[in-house]
């Protein structure tokens, strides 16, 4: 059973008539969404349907990308992200990423959850080492780190490089952690740990996460987006979405007819 959808919960992204183009290749058409805060919504759809670039664009990671063309709006609160002059440093700190492979940086544990405050100006030894205990334990992984915090990070295995890498996400405050199929390099019980962690941490964050695995969608996520061919199928509570779809088309990809 999935999580319980929560009555009154506010917008964290407003999403309307938002369209992408890669040159003159048309990624995503019309898509209309209200992502809510301290919530998890599951972005779900067979490989190349356009849920990865669509999370790209809640931290403006697209902007690396230069044939990319947007049009439309999204508004996280009530900030603007589509072709406008933010802050782009700011609105990552805000809205971490978490992505498909660990990607832990060649230094000791410390340094790695360190790395994002010193980058932002945090210097001050005694609250560095809180920081970086604070969100080492956010990320249930302190226990099994605290004796070796000073060791390369390379040397954890898969499922704790992945919590490493949500650890130096939160080291940084944000506000939304997404997350780019986070567990599918990881094996069961690794996979475990982190969709027990995605439900503890949305009460303290909101949380966009791809995934192929649908199973996943239903056990962790109290939204859920089915995304095909670039457009947006079908969005709704997660219950809902695989119990009574509206559309056939969800219906055939959750009952595993293509995918």
């Known amino acids: 059973m999935s999580a319980q959808v929560k009555k009154e919960e ?10 992408q183009w890669y ?10 969404m209200d992502i809510k805060e301290h919530s998890i919504t599951a972005l779900i759809g067979p ?15 697209n902007d690396l990308i230069p044939s990319v063309k947007l049009e439309g709006s999204i508004l996280y609160h009530d900030q603007e992200l ?7 440093s700011k609105l ?11 990607n832990p940086f060649p230094m000791s544990i410390y340094d790695n959850i360190a790395y994002g405050p010193r980058t932002h100006g945090v210097r001050n030894r005694a609250k560095l080492d809180a920081l970086v205990e604070n969100s080492l334990r956010a990320a249930a992984i302190y226990d099994e780190v605290k004796d070796r915090i000073h060791t390369s990070a390379l040397g954890l295995s898969g499922g704790q490089q992945q919590r490493l890498c949500i650890a130096r996400a939160l080291a940084v405050q944000p506000e939304v952690l997404l997350m780019d199929e986070p567990t599918s390099a990881l094996d069961p019980i690794s ?10 941490l949305k009460e303290k964050y909101s949380i966009v ?6 199973q996943q969608a239903l056990r962790i996520s109290d939204y859920t987006a089915f995304f095909l061919l670039g457009d947006l199928v079908e969005f709704g509570p997660t219950d809902k979405i695989f119990s009574k779809p509206e559309d056939k088309r969800t219906e055939d990809y959750i009952t595993g007819r293509f995918g």
Request: glycine residues 8%.
């Open 47 to 61: 490989s190349g349907c356009g849920k990865s670039t669509f999370l790209r664009n809640l931290n403006r990671m």
């Open 10 to 19: 506010k917008n964290i992204f407003t999403v309307r008539q938002f369209n």
């Open 191 to 200: 996979t475990g740990k982190i969709e027990e962690l995605a439900l503890e």
């Open 23 to 32: 040159g003159d290749h048309h990624a995503l058409h019309n898509i209309n």
């Open 209 to 214: 996460i791809v995934t192929h695995n649908m």
């Open 82 to 88: 589509v072709n406008s002059e933010i802050d782009v």
């Open 92 to 102: 990552r700190k805000e809205v971490g990423m978490v992505f498909q492979k660990p």
